[in-house]
């Protein structure tokens, strides 16, 4: 197995546990507009990049401009939402450092459109780690398609076996094991035992559990 070169980071529910605040954001969001759905049924249809989402939920046929206005609202009212609660995954600041200082870099692969992403960057002070950034702004087919993870790989110009991905969810797990990188899971969002049965090859609760002398060696 090659050395890690690189680290491919999620953001929400990686980076920062703000997949509830999301969820509630889409709730509040689309209520406003007369859709009116139980948790579990907006659960089922959460997935993709926010254009994606904003078809599904408004009609195939809307027009490009009411999607990206439509989108925009959602993100304003879920980082309205978050901006008094966010705080980073315990030992993530810690963990960037520890691959500052061994020369790995850190890479980020999001859904998320670039306003979301200076958010969650700026208000947690990591910006600076952080030497490639791909958004779901960039791609056309969200996660699980491996769209997003090859474009961050072509970024970094390196080889699958040089890079892992860091996921909390399953749908950007497989979207990673598509690309043919290798996943480590984060439990913000499924257990240990759900993560490793969808392919991680490692799961963590925090970035303190994360050493990377021995994710070198497995």
């Given at each position: 197995?090659?050395?890690?070169?690189a680290i491919i980071f999620d953001m929400d529910g990686t980076l920062?546990?703000?997949?509830?605040?999301?969820?509630?954001?889409?709730?509040?969001?689309?209520?406003?507009?007369?859709?009116?759905?139980?948790?579990?049924?907006f659960?089922?249809?959460?997935?993709?990049?926010i254009d994606e989402m904003i078809r599904r939920f408004f009609g195939?046929?809307?027009?490009?401009?009411?999607?990206?206005?439509?989108?925009?609202?959602?993100?304003?009212?879920?980082?309205?939402?978050y901006k008094s609660h966010i705080k980073e995954i315990q030992?993530?600041?810690?963990?960037?450092?520890?691959?500052?200082?061994?020369?790995?870099?850190?890479?980020?692969?999001?859904m998320g459109d670039m306003p979301n992403i200076d958010f969650v960057l700026d208000e947690i002070n990591i910006r600076p780690y952080f030497s490639?950034?791909?958004?779901?702004?960039e791609i056309v087919r969200g996660k699980p398609d491996s769209e997003i993870f090859n474009l961050a790989l072509a970024k970094l110009n390196l080889k699958t076996t040089e890079c892992i991905v860091i996921e909390d969810s399953l749908g950007g797990v497989i979207s990673?094991?598509?690309?043919?990188?290798?996943?480590?899971?984060?439990?913000?969002?499924?257990?240990?035992?759900?993560?490793?049965?969808?392919g991680c090859f490692y799961t963590i609760s925090n970035f303190d559990e994360l050493d990377l002398n021995q994710i070198n060696h497995l």
């Open positions: 197995m090659a050395m890690i070169k920062v546990d703000s997949i509830p605040f999301h969820k509630d954001a889409w709730l509040l969001f689309l209520k406003k507009h007369g859709i009116i759905l139980a948790p579990e049924e659960q089922a249809q959460n997935h993709g990049n195939q046929d809307l027009e490009e401009d009411k999607i990206k206005e439509l989108g925009q609202e959602k993100e304003r009212t879920y980082r309205a939402m030992g993530l600041t810690d963990l960037l450092n520890k691959m500052n200082n061994q020369h790995i870099v850190a890479a980020l692969a999001t490639s950034i791909t958004g779901g702004h990673a094991l598509n690309a043919g990188i290798r996943v480590v899971g984060i439990t913000t969002s499924h257990s240990h035992e759900e993560l490793q049965s969808n």
